[in-house]
């Protein structure tokens, strides 16, 4: 190479650690200890089999982030009042002898109950500060745990109530083998799910799949990738698979023997013992139970604005193109009654039969069937409570009328409401949760959460709710071990590329201080150094792996490949030799009915068998009258979240914009690109109208992860999805509905002369 400049770089191979639902390599060269530029996978082998992790352009663009002026720089404490955003320069004495001094006393006070680790995504790495804070918590006496994800909370309760498992995905490269790809609310082309899946998809393509995307955006993966378009009403996708379930079973085309040797509970000649006439999916479907309402392509076109012919015809190409792949993104289970649509996709699967075979795909959760072990740090939380990631705002104001019925898991009632948070790399006390306005009433009172801690590389809306803010270090400047987001066959390891700028530290090096202070520096190091923590998992992992690589040669290639001969699938053991292998569900079957559910006597809202539930704030509610529009809020491609929403390069690449149809646009008089308020009972949002035909009339989405911004007024200039959104967790996974919302639209002019 001739260009002198490129010789003097050094390449160090590292991979992002945030929430973006991949995990590529990242090689950062680096040039007088400054990242000169980005690069990603190009050198390795790149086979069908093994494609190459290549970067998308939010790592590619870190330089803007890593090197962003608004960078935090220094440990800080809050001056304002909380929420203002009004905080000191201080040091990290004094802000570790701060946190110190307030764990000690809300321990004491309240016990492990009022302490919480909130979900924060922004770390994922094997070594991130939340892991080291729960092994430093746990230590000091426990605190409160979480289950559940804002991701997939409620695919991931529900898939387990149908399969006994969340494990319900085959290997992305057996696509190929299928000759029908139905992607419900899955758009991995621009909101990744696992490096290399629109990747996969395009191969199934080329292999002569049709692929069909239900969704009520044409999504950048419609655009790529599909042969047809089916725009569909938030919140209905049930409804759309309970009338192809009534196509398929009055034109006989389900698989019945398959239904009859692997299934509970899809008609009335299979049901558990005990449970009385009327109960089994087949009867509810065809209406000669308990509703007596037959669930016929025209019920169904009401809710969900599909034509009855179009749902004809899907029910038939799935029932009559097999193998066929029904998978579901998370996206319609971000809902009212997410748990549902999860389960009446795997019960499609089962009536065709589609599970466990090659080119088939069992629907549900779809997180990978084959798990690779990796070790961890350990920790041994003495406290044994949990409760759902998002109920943390009840347990602030009344956890101790909280208990199993809420959701509490570990014991039957909490103990204490929180007092202590400890919010390291997330922006989900503000920003990513729910009803931002109603959220940060609730943090700014200082007698409910006493006290609250902040890591972040940026002020996001959620560090300005801190009492103690404290400067992070980012992905490129520690060394961690990460995990590809789900799908994926290997492991990476980070390399650090640069040393940490301004008094940012890394979370071991602070929380080891902070364990000094709690007097708990040798349970808490075991006498280790980070590189010795990471050579221990290293060696925990070879342990269970003996072909796993050494530390050095894996800190070296910077990669490990997991080998396999074959994809594996789903259930195949299972469809292969039930008797030997049976479903882990208490039957051993799938289970359309399922007795557990049917235990917890919620028929209303947790049915027994997958159904349609009509929404509040969904299609029917009446409330449409004053609210006519659902807003669902999608993932794009230029942040992660909320992250990257502060940097230029990312607004170049994708603009922060609202999505309203033709249709509606030109019924308020909007257009294409005036700036308009979205507002409900919850709050406003202004924000610049994209007038556009690929979202379907009487939807539309601001997409997630607009830093909340709230003018004097409380209007927020920004466009966080959040503002609008209701707080009401779903009735089984006590989850996040985020994507269900009404709201009206009107030009800003209008309101402004209104006013
Ligand atoms: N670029 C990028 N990639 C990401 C992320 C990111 O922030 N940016 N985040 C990562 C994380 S943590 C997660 S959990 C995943 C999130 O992945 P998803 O939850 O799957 O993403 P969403 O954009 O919320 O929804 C996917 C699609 O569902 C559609 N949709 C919404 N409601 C419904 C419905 O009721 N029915 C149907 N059929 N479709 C519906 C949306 O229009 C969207 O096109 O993405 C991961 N990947
Ligand atoms: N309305 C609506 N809300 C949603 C969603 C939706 O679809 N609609 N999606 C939900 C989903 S799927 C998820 S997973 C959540 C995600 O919610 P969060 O977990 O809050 O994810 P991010 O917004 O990415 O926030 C990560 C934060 O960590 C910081 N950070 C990144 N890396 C590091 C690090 O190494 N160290 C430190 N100290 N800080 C770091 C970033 O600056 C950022 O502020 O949001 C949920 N919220
Ligand atoms: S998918 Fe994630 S890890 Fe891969 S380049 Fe994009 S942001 Fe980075
Ligand atoms: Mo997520």
């Known amino acids: 190479m001739t260009d002198t400049t490129f010789q003097e ?24 200890g400054r990242i000169v530029r980005i690069t990603s996978d190009d050198e390795r082998p790149d086979t069908d089999k093994r494609p190459q992790l290549r970067g998308c352009l939010r790592c590619r663009a870190y330089r ?43 321990m004491a006070e309240y016990g492990p109950e009022a302490i919480y680790l909130s979900y924060a995504t922004g770390n994922a790495g094997k070594t991130s500060e939340q892991v080291w804070m729960r092994r430093l918590l746990a230590l000091y006496g426990g605190y409160l745990d979480y289950y559940g994800t804002y991701s997939s909370a409620c695919t991931n309760a529900a898939t387990p109530y149908t399969y006994g498992t969340v494990n319900s995905g085959s290997s992305r490269e057996d696509w190929v083998n299928s000759k029908l790809i139905i992607l419900m609310g899955f758009n991995p082309a621009a909101t990744i799910h696992g490096t290399n899946t629109a990747y996969y998809l395009k191969k199934a393509k080329e292999a002569g799949a049709k692929i069909i995307c239900i969704d009520p955006l044409y999504s950048d993966t419609a655009v790529a990738l599909a042969d047809q378009w089916i725009p569909i009403r938030p919140t209905t996708d049930s409804a759309l698979l309970d009338a192809m379930a009534y196509v398929i079973i009055t034109e006989n085309l389900q698989d019945q023997v398959f239904l009859d040797t692997y299934c509970l509970g899809f008609d009335e000649d299979h049901m558990p013992e005990g449970i009385p006439a009327g109960n089994s999916y087949k009867s509810y479907i065809l209406g000669t139970g308990t509703d007596q309402v037959p669930k016929t392509p025209a019920w169904a076109e009401r809710s969900t604005g599909i034509p009855r012919e179009i749902i004809i015809q899907l029910a038939r190409e799935y029932a009559l193109n097999k193998p066929g792949a029904l998978i579901q993104g998370f996206g319609p289970q971000r809902h009212a009654y997410g748990e549902q649509p999860s389960r009446s996709g795997a019960a499609l699967a089962a009536m065709t039969g589609n599970i466990g075979i090659k080119g088939g795909w ?4 779809g997180s990978p069937c084959r798990k690779q072990y990796v070790g961890s740090i350990p920790i041994n939380n003495p406290c044994k409570a949990a409760i759902s990631m998002y109920m943390w705002p009840l347990a602030i104001q009344k956890g101790t009328e909280l208990g199993k019925r809420e959701g509490v898991r570990g014991v039957d009632k909490l103990s204490a409401n929180i007092k202590l948070i400890f919010n390291l790399a997330g922006n989900c006390l503000i920003n990513q949760h729910s009803d931002t306005n109603g959220t940060a009433e609730l943090l700014g009172d200082e007698n409910l959460a006493q006290f609250i801690v902040v890591s972040d590389h940026f002020l996001t809306s959620s560090a300005k709710f801190a009492d103690i803010l404290l400067p992070g270090d980012n992905f490129m400047e520690r060394e961690d071990i990460v995990l590809p987001w789900s799908a994926g066959d290997y492991v990476l390891f980070m390399n650090k590329a640069v040393d940490t700028v ?75 030799d039930l008797r030997h292998h049976p479903f882990p569900t208490p039957s051993g079957k799938i289970e359309f009915f399922s007795s557990r559910l049917w235990e917890l006597d919620k028929p209303a809202e947790v049915p027994a068998i997958p159904k349609y539930i009509p929404a509040w704030e969904g299609p029917e509610d009446p409330l449409r009258g004053t609210y006519p529009l659902q807003c669902i809020g999608h993932h794009t491609k230029r942040r992660v979240h909320s992250m990257f929403d502060n940097n230029d390069w990312m607004e170049e690449a994708e603009a922060q914009v609202f999505w309203i149809s033709v249709y509606d646009a030109k019924k308020r008089g909007i257009k294409n690109g005036e700036k308009v308020c979205i507002y409900n009972a919850r709050g406003k949002v202004i924000l610049t109208a994209k007038v556009t035909p690929r979202i379907m009339p009487g939807v539309v989405s601001i997409p997630q992860g607009g830093w909340w911004s709230p003018d004097k007024e409380g209007i927020d200039q920004r466009g966080c999805i959040n503002t609008l959104t209701k707080y009401q967790p779903t009735p089984l996974a006590f989850a996040n509905p985020q994507h269900t919302n009404l709201v009206e639209v ?4 209008q309101m402004e002369a209104e006013k």
């Open 9 to 32: 770089e050094t390449i160090i191979r590292t991979s992002g650690s945030h929430n973006c639902g991949g995990r590529c390599i990242v090689k950062a060269h680096v040039k007088d």
């Open 362 to 365: 069992a629907s549900g959760c």
């Open 64 to 106: 803007s982030y890593l090197y962003h002026e608004d960078r935090l720089k220094y440990p800080m404490k809050r001056i304002g009042k909380r929420g203002e955003g009004l905080f000191e320069r201080i040091s990290w004495e004094e802000a570790l002898g701060t946190i110190a001094d307030h764990t000690k006393r809300i």
């Open 502 to 576: 301004y008094e940012c530290r890394n979370g071991y090096d602070w929380i080891r201080d902070l364990a000094e202070r709690l007097e708990l520096t040798a349970e808490f190091t075991q006498g280790k150094t980070l590189e010795d923590w990471l050579r221990f998992i290293v060696d925990e992992t070879r342990k269970e792996n003996p072909g796993f690589p050494s530390y050095e040669e894996f800190k070296e290639k910077g990669v490990y490949d997991w080998e396999y001969e074959e994809p594996a699938i789903a259930f195949k053991e299972q469809i292969e």
């Open 746 to 749: 009107a030009k800003l002019d």
